[in-house]
């Protein structure tokens, strides 16, 4: 056990998560309401915002997954930093509309919008269904994060693991969205200093980039069936199709959709579109110590295999001290979007399903204590996802996700702009979507999110996520027409063109919905 390396990363992640319990009284509202508990009251701004959604986005997945795969698979694993250049355009395009809509209907999930704009109570339970489903793998990939870090340090895992989520639970229980707020400040702070530090290091102790990148060419000269220091042709649709499929599926997961309603004005989901691709400079960082880690001789973990490589890279390269405050960002990097995907997904559990089926008259505090509960048992879940999927590379499990999440594209983001689309065809479209998807993994082993379709002597290998998504749109647009010559109702849209306009005059609760209160401007300057 590195007892030195363990101090400090007890010391910073105490201090860190201190900040946690002391996030019920920052901004204070009344935390038993769920807009408060759940999306801190519709109120933060741009700077608040853009660190929050920077620690929603950027988890375990960029410093533990896209290292892994870098190191094991070379070229291909730089998916992400095309991704991630992809993905704020399309929030700059969906989401301003989604938070007005939101901000003036009132709702608190994507299922809410669902359901009044195509009618449809069992369209909007499937997305529900289908958005806790796809948190619980991403929430799976923090903890198995957090788990690399603390075997790094010869910690026993069952006590550390417990500890850590421990304290997760508290804090997120005391003080809903306001705790992974207020950290997200500390903790991306501590993580750009930290890549910086250990690429510019990395750099440097291994002879420069340039020797990097020879050991790299080399290991693709020895393995080059598996390894490419250049994408082969036959590699160009799988690479596509992940940072596609990635990108279409990133905003429409429950927590980083939690992340865009606790702003406060359209105008800042604008600025932080604009803002945000700064991260994407420092995903490719990330993916350059994957390389690093193959010059510096690091070897795959008996126990979690390339799933370790950026922490083996840090302990074989700095000191205890370093290594102690850089393993404790990256726990406090999983933690903060781990707590902000189980509050999402307890939004979703409480509000789309016990109080729309199980409890339709609770009060706004019992609602707000289900909620609670509810981001306790997300964890469980998690837990237990990371006992039963069998996966080499950490990044399977966002992959797998994805798959799931993306299904919900043609209700929610489609939706936005057009109600052309048939109800039931859209519920046979996700349950198809899913079932192609998820049949593709299977199938494999959950060892590959890449599927080879076939037809005659064409073969063409392509992202699981993209095939669902593609028998999910023809589905769709051929069952629309049928459907509606058939007779089949469609349903009646309950918005309005001007819930879609910039400058709604006032905030309106739809029937069905609970009576929260929508903070306005007018009643916050009161």
Request: with cysteine.
């Amino acid at each position: 056990m590195n007892l030195q390396a363990l101090i400090i990363f007890i010391t910073v992640f105490a201090l860190v998560n201190l900040l946690g319990f002391f996030a019920a009284h920052w901004r204070s509202g009344d935390l038993s309401r769920l807009q408060e508990w759940g999306l801190a009251g519709r109120r933060f701004g741009t700077i608040v915002s853009w660190f929050l959604l920077g620690g929603d986005v950027y988890t375990a997945y960029s410093f533990i997954a896209v290292p892994a795969l870098i190191f094991s698979s070379g070229a291909l694993g730089f998916f992400p930093v095309v991704y991630l250049s992809l993905v704020f355009p399309l929030m700059f395009l969906f989401l301003p509309r989604f938070w007005t809509i939101a901000r003036h209907r009132g709702y608190l999930t994507a299922a809410d919008f669902v359901r009044e704009r195509f009618d449809s109570s069992g369209l909007a339970l499937l997305v529900t269904i289908t958005g806790i489903l796809a948190t619980l793998p991403y929430i799976a990939l923090q903890m198995y994060g957090i788990e690399i870090v603390l075997a790094q340090m010869g910690v026993p895992l069952e006590t550390s693991l417990f500890l850590a989520f421990g304290i997760l639970a508290a804090y997120t229980y005391l003080s809903g969205l306001r705790a992974p707020a207020l950290i997200a400040f500390v903790k991306d702070s501590c993580i750009w200093l930290v890549v910086l530090i250990t690429v510019i290091y990395a750099g440097l102790k291994l002879g420069g980039f340039a020797n990097i990148f020879a050991a790299v060419h080399q290991k693709a000269l020895h393995n080059p069936t598996a390894f490419h220091d250049l994408l082969p042709q036959s590699d160009y649709s799988t690479y596509v199709s992940l940072a596609l499929g990635s990108a279409f599926a990133l905003f429409l997961y429950p927590h980083t959709l939690t992340g865009i309603l606790s702003t406060n004005s359209r105008k800042v989901i604008k600025r932080n579109a604009a803002l945000l691709p700064a991260y994407s400079l420092l995903i490719g960082l990330i993916g350059l110590l994957g390389y690093a880690a193959i010059a510096a001789n690091i070897k795959p973990s008996p126990t979690y295999g390339a799933n370790s490589t950026l922490p083996s890279l840090i302990s074989s390269l700095f000191p205890s001290w370093f290594a102690g405050f850089a393993f404790a960002t990256i726990a406090i990097g999983a933690l903060v979007p781990a707590a902000i995907m189980s509050i999402a997904t307890a939004n979703l559990f409480t509000h789309n399903i016990y109080r729309a089926y199980l409890h339709p008259n609770c009060s706004e505090e019992h609602e707000a204590n289900i909620a609670k509960i509810a981001s306790l048992v997300a964890k469980i879940g998690a837990l237990i996802f990371i006992l039963f999927f069998p996966s080499k590379l950490a990044i399977n499990f966002q992959l797998l996700s994805n798959i799931w999440i993306i299904q919900t594209l043609p209700a929610v983001f489609l939706g936005l702009y057009t109600r052309w689309f048939h109800r039931w065809a859209l519920i046979v479209g996700l349950l198809a979507g899913l079932g192609i998807g998820t049949w593709q993994v299977v199938i494999q082993n959950f060892q590959s999110a890449v599927y080879v379709l076939s037809i005659g002597n064409f073969a063409i290998p392509l992202y699981a996520a993209i095939s669902g998504l593609l028998v999910n749109l023809l589905l769709c647009i051929l069952l629309t027409p049928l459907l509606e010559r058939s007779g089949l109702s469609a349903g009646k849209d309950a918005t309005q063109p001007g819930d879609f306009e910039a400058r709604p005059i006032k905030p309106s609760i739809p029937p069905g919905l609970p009576k929260t209160r929508v903070r306005t401007k007018s009643s916050a300057s009161r």
